[in-house]
């Protein structure tokens, strides 16, 4: 699946190509979810920016393997990848691609030697559960790789692949722009769409193909057994059962009146010690995002961090839709129905996710709840989202009201506008939400 090649348009590209010039270049290891392009991306980047490369795969090529467990010399190793791929390897010119390295753990350590002894040669790796695995001690070299996350395509990237026409209009969206209603029907329309095809590679290609819901959500469900088979195969220490419980219960959770994580609702009586490593295992593996509770919204926000309390959302919108079985006329016929909170919260976690550089939170006491809170700098801003038109919650006008943020945004499906002490954000424009403060 993840092979498939579709041409769409990834920012991780130019982070990429950043590294390439970068001189403090160590090798190049992508962690993310399974599907989410990793393959397509590192092929992208090295037919685009390089004079060659070199593709090795860790799962379909067994006898390589056996080069890196006799050798630890780069150069050597260099010399045998020749061989095989039958191409003179050229330091700078030839990117050496490495996927699914996880299956052989001797070419992960490895990548330490390259960086010691052979930098000239660029080097980029990926594997599934990538995440899980560098979260254990002693398996990977610390300090000698770069890691990038590589995410479902967000918003705007999905934008540009399906509507290119209407992605233009969207590139072009200043602060405090009047948006023509035309246009913000528009968007809406293609951010209902997201919402029901979400970002996974091959649901995107899909759509862009057949225009066919029922093959989207054919390869939703085939992608959430693709995953829940990996949980059985990768485990290691972590019981397998208890991550499918846990993975399972995630619309159920978020369903709750306050979304927070309870392990009495996984399974009846279950406490943090039985589950704990189970979630620590699918946020690791990219599956997961999870979102704290702060006791304050003050600067540094890590350091009020309540680690007993937290939301967990999924990686991608489209698959938690697919997982909750929201109809998608309910989605496009504007109908009200359960789940619409919570799946336009997982939403704009997503596209806020990578924007800044401390990962959101959220707020609650017994006064009420900020859905997600900002560090931007020294700002803390508080963030309201809304499925719909709805008016803004009390908790978050009396926090404005008391402590006068520089910066506080409303997402709903109003128009892009200044609204008293806040600003309100369209729901389309998340993605842009740093460039638009």
Known sequence: MEGEVICMRRNAIQELI??????????????????????WLMKEFGQSCYESFVYFNFDEEDELKSIFEKNKNPHRIIELLSFIAEKKIVPGETLIIFDEIQECPEALNTLKYFKENANEYHVIAAGSLLGTLLAQPKSYPVGMVNLLDIHPLNFEEFLDAVEPALYAYYDNIQKNQQIEEIFHNRLLEAYNNYLIIGGMPECVASWIKYKDPSKISRIQRELIEVYENDFSKHNGKVNSGRILMVFRSIVSQ????????MYGAVREGGRARDFEEAIEWLVSAGMLNRVYNVSKMEHPLSAFDRLDQFKLFLFDTGLLKHMAGIDNSAILLKKEYQFKGPLTENYVLQQLKGQFEVEPR??????????????????IIPVETKGGEDKSAPSFKRYIAKNQPEYAIRFSKRGYRKDGDFTNIPVYLACKTKELL
């Open 18 to 39: 950043k590294w390439k010039s970068s001189e403090e270049r160590k090798p190049m290891v992508l962690k993310g979810a399974r599907q989410v392009g990793k393959t």
């Open 254 to 261: 978020l369903a709750k009146p306050n979304e927070k994580f």
């Open 362 to 379: 959220y707020f609650s006491d017994k006064n009420g709840e900020i859905d997600f809170v900002i560090q931007y700098g020294t700002e």
